[in-house]
């Protein structure tokens, strides 16, 4: 029955990608994620339910409003496929066991923080600062000791360790920047953000992630900047690489952590 309940998996991961499309998509213009229903943002028409299932309806509406044929983005699919494959990937480790709720949680909030930073460049208090709470309740229950190939804080010091440490560090670097430069490196969101990383995974993996996180950014930056007018002072939202480099430590972490051991042995 495994493959059955991968299926059921699946399916909600997509169906809440689809809640998580509503929120990625109102929050930055301040509407409610409740009322009115969806609907279609060139024309306003209400959006039928058979036009509304995750992944598939844009698929046979060719990316297109079924109404006023206006495009559709490839990012609501694409979102929904996203969380479906995450919840996944996380049921492969947890299996139907409570401990999938709160990680399948932090899934979902780390996409729409990376969304609504991409757009916006906010990280919003209300996903950053539960996701403190879930990380300390993660510790506090000894969640990481059960599912040791997901990396995750294993005692409730870790987490608060790795909350002070995350935003404390990350902080630092903000100021120092600033202090040199003169000018805002990064805002409290990524500090926020950071904090809520660290009390997911702890101390020890905050290192290597916010080094992959500043590679991947310094890589995209140098693109970006080449085809900007702004060159290097373009600005970049870093709670996107953030994100992309919480979810990768998540779930490969033990590799990526066996790795920045070697490299720091080899020196």
């Avoid at 300390?136 to 010091?157: D, E, M, Q, R, W």
Wanted: with cysteine; glycine share 10%.
């Amino acid at each position: 029955m495994t493959w059955l309940f991968a299926v059921y998996v699946f399916a909600i991961g997509a169906i809440i990608g689809s809640f998580l499309n509503v929120v990625i998509h109102r929050y930055p213009r301040e509407e409610s994620i409740v009322f009115p229903p969806s609907r279609c943002p060139h024309c306003g028409t209400h959006i039928k339910p058979y036009d509304n299932i995750p992944i598939l309806a844009w698929l046979w509406l060719r990316g297109k409003c079924r109404t006023c044929r206006a495009p559709i983005d490839a990012r609501y699919p694409l979102v929904e496929l996203a969380n479906a494959l995450f919840y996944l990937a996380v049921f492969q480790h947890t299996g139907l066991s409570w401990g999938f709720l709160p990680i399948a949680a932090l899934v979902s909030m780390t996409i729409v923080l990376i969304y609504i930073d991409l757009e916006i460049q906010i990280l919003p208090d209300v996903i950053d600062l539960p996701g403190v709470a879930i990380g300390i309740g993660i510790g506090a229950t000894h969640l990481g000791a059960l599912y040791p190939n997901v990396v995750l804080s294993k005692t409730l010091v870790e987490s608060l360790t790795g909350a002070v440490v995350g935003a404390g560090g990350l902080l630092a670097i903000a100021l120092a920047y600033k202090l040199v430069r003169k000018i805002e490196g990064m805002g409290l969101g990524d500090v926020k953000m950071m904090a809520m990383l660290g009390a997911v995974l702890g101390w020890e993996p905050l290192l290597p992630l916010l080094v992959l996180a500043s590679l991947s950014g310094a890589l995209v930056g140098v693109v970006v900047a080449i085809k900007s007018d702004k060159g290097m002072q373009v600005a970049l939202p870093f709670g996107v690489f953030l994100g992309i480099a919480f979810l990768a430590v998540l779930f490969f972490g033990n590799e990526l952590l066996a790795v920045w051991t070697g490299l720091l042995l080899i020196e």
